[in-house]
Structure formats: structure tokens, C-alpha cells
């Protein structure tokens, strides 16, 4: 069982940055993939970012270049660094957490990010 938080969302100008944080409330890192998703109205969940336990990261084409994912050991979170910020990226974000044995998988409750033009 693994609880997460997550914090920073909010309103953005275009062009701007936001910092988003999901805590763990159990040491998570050795043992599963951390990601960020997101959902914006009317459309499909998608795969923002991922960062496995071995810390290689991936990320979807649209925030390649704008986006950074990382993860803090010590503090057990993980962050989204998300720079160059556009209207589109207006979604609610949500952290998840993948077991390693595709067994488990946790979800937060999700932050809303809104990025005004």
C-alpha cells in the first residue's frame, strides 16, 4: 500500500514554470517506477513522464526539452519540473506509482494545472 500527495499545481502564464511534488508515504524507489500522468477535458489519460528505478526517465513528445522528472531518495518524492509552460499543458496531474511486478499500481488524487494565455 502506497499513499501519494501531491502539491504545486496552479495557475500559470504561458511561458512560465511550474513545480509539481508527489510524496510517498513509504520508501517506493527500489521497487517501483514512478510517473507522471495527466488529463486534460475531453481527452484520454496520457503518459507524461516516467522514471524508473534504475532513475532512466522518458517522456512524452510534446514536453520533451520543457519537462524534467526526478526523484529524491532521502525525501521519498518525486518532481516535475515543467518550464515553457502552454496552454495546452492545462490538465490535472496525477502521480503514479508502478510495482516493479506490474502487481501493483497507486495513484494520487491528482493536482489541476492551468496555464492561461
Known amino acids: 500500500q502506497v499513499q501519494l500527495v501531491e502539491s504545486g499545481g496552479g495557475l500559470v502564464q504561458a511561458g512560465g514554470s511550474l513545480r509539481l511534488s508527489c510524496a510517498a508515504s513509504v520508501t517506493i524507489f527500489s521497487v517501483y517506477k514512478m510517473a507522471w500522468y495527466r488529463q486534460a477535458p475531453g481527452r484520454q489519460r496520457e503518459l507524461v513522464a516516467q522514471?524508473?528505478?534504475?532513475?532512466?526517465?522518458d517522456y512524452v513528445d510534446s514536453v520533451k526539452g520543457r519537462f524534467s522528472i526526478s526523484r529524491d531518495n532521502a525525501k521519498n518524492t518525486v518532481d516535475l519540473q515543467m518550464n515553457s509552460l502552454k496552454p495546452e499543458d492545462t490538465a490535472v496531474y496525477y502521480c503514479?506509482?508502478?510495482?516493479?511486478?506490474?502487481?501493483?499500481?497507486?495513484w494520487g488524487q491528482g493536482t489541476q494545472v492551468t496555464v492561461s494565455s
Open positions: 503514479n506509482a508502478r510495482h516493479v511486478t506490474r502487481l501493483r499500481d497507486y
Open positions: 522514471i524508473t528505478v534504475g532513475g532512466g526517465t
